[in-house]
């Protein structure tokens, strides 16, 4: 069974930190770009970051380029988010992704694009 398991998120005073995890199991992501979605509610899920499977290229979404930085460990078969310079705005579920297609194109930045999800971790900011 593919599993993909969030981790790391909190509540946190703005422009304080967390660092997300994703750990995958039941099988290997080490050649599939990953993502991070988030989704407050009522609101439709959105694109955050994502990155590629060597992990050479990233691509984030406006609002957090600067601030958030995705990075991924094959060997464990784990991506993270670090979130930095948190906003009160920032508050959502969180959720991380497997774009497992093939022939995929550089960046998946919609839902569609994404095979596997986890079910997501909530981040809580302060003012």
């Known amino acids: 069974q593919v599993q993909l398991v969030e981790s790391g998120g909190g509540l946190v005073q703005a422009g304080g930190s967390l660092r997300l995890s994703c750990a995958a199991s039941?099988?290997?992501?080490?050649?599939?770009?990953m993502g991070w979605f988030r989704q407050v509610p009522g609101k439709a899920r959105e694109f955050v970051a994502a990155?590629?499977?060597?992990?050479?290229?990233?691509y984030y979404t406006d609002s957090v380029k600067g601030r958030f930085t995705i990075s991924r460990e094959n060997a464990k078969n784990t991506v993270y988010l670090q979130l930095n310079s948190l906003k009160p705005e920032d508050t959502a579920v969180y959720y991380c992704?497997?774009?497992?297609?093939?022939?995929?194109?550089?960046?998946?930045?919609?839902?569609?694009?994404?095979?596997?999800w986890g079910q997501g971790t909530q981040v809580t900011v302060s003012s």
């Open positions: 990155i590629s499977w060597t992990g050479g290229s990233t």
């Open positions: 992704a497997a774009d497992a297609r093939s022939g995929s194109l550089w960046p998946p930045r919609s839902i569609k694009d994404y095979e596997y």
């Open positions: 039941g099988r290997s992501f080490s050649r599939d770009a």
